[in-house]
């Protein structure tokens, strides 16, 4: 019984997703020590992540339940669909942010000084699409925000790299989290939501999120000179330029399916190729 609810809290927060930003918070870790760092740092630095995450789509679905609930698309969600209660989810959120605090404090004095200011940025996010179109940076920056602690739980101070890391990271994610909004372009007008489709239409927004997809991967060939990298890790990133562009020509608002597969699979392939070959690159 208590598995089974645990997997349904994980499906809440599509736990899945966690994928999306990992690998490169786990890169920024081994570029910022040249290495691994002690077994217990790394251990609560992978804490610190998932529990940051899952946290902050708790607290999302919290905030997004009544508007979740009127929209046809998600209206199957835990919360609306009455599978998991509000107050479980707030519970959850709650327990998942102490955790990251927890794992903050072990880290360093720095983690822990900046985790409030991580935790604001994780519940500013869920109230932005109700005053601003440029809710999808915002999410951008706030799992961008992965490599950049990632980065300093390893060196104890901060540094221009793991931002520019954590800014390819934003615009790969602000772009393709457009792209997934376009299902929903007359649900948000007609709800008064704020959204890059929404103000916009489909046919501009798209090509705002292929411009964001462009700026992430130039972002992450000037790291490569500031990293110092190989083939391997130019031969992941021209394979994830491709996969970037494959998303962007198979995007079909009506069919969620296919919208699925544009927004999240392909990302989150996307994700594991950088990880696979950064790392090649990293250990030969």
Not at 264 to 269: C, D, E, R, S, V
């Amino acid at each position: 019984m208590a598995f089974n609810r645990l997997i349904k809290y994980s499906e809440m927060v599509m736990f899945s997703h966690t994928l999306f930003s990992l690998p490169f918070a786990v890169m920024s870790v081994l570029w910022a020590g040249n290495g691994l760092p002690r077994a217990t740092t790394f251990i609560w630095i992978l804490i610190a992540l998932f529990a940051a995450r899952n946290g902050a789509n708790a607290f999302n679905r919290v905030i997004d339940s009544e508007i979740d609930g009127r929209n046809p698309r998600t209206s199957d969600r835990h919360i609306p669909s009455g599978i998991i209660k509000k107050k479980e989810a707030i519970a959850l959120t709650f327990i998942l942010f102490l955790i990251f605090e927890i794992a903050a404090y072990m880290i360093n004095p720095l983690c822990f000084f900046l985790s409030p200011a991580a935790i604001f940025i994780f519940l500013f996010y869920s109230y932005t699409k109700r005053f601003t179109s440029l809710s999808h940076l915002v999410l951008g920056i706030a799992c961008g925000g992965a490599p950049v602690g990632g980065w300093i739980a390893v060196t104890g101070k901060l540094s221009l790299t793991p931002f520019i890391i954590g800014g390819a990271v934003a615009f790969w994610i602000a772009g393709f989290d457009i792209i997934y909004a376009t299902q929903d372009i007359e649900f948000d007008r007609k709800e008064g939501l704020f959204s890059i489709p929404a103000k916009f239409g489909l046919r501009k927004s798209l090509k705002i999120a292929a411009f964001f997809h462009v700026l992430s991967i130039i972002i992450l060939i000037i790291l490569r000179f500031i990293i110092s990298t190989g083939f391997l890790y130019d031969a992941g990133i021209l394979i994830c330029a491709a996969l970037l562009l494959v998303e962007h020509k198979i995007v079909k608002p009506a069919n969620r399916g296919i919208m699925n597969w544009a927004s999240y699979h392909i990302n989150q392939i996307i994700s594991i190729v950088f990880f696979i070959f950064s790392l090649a690159d990293f250990i030969l």
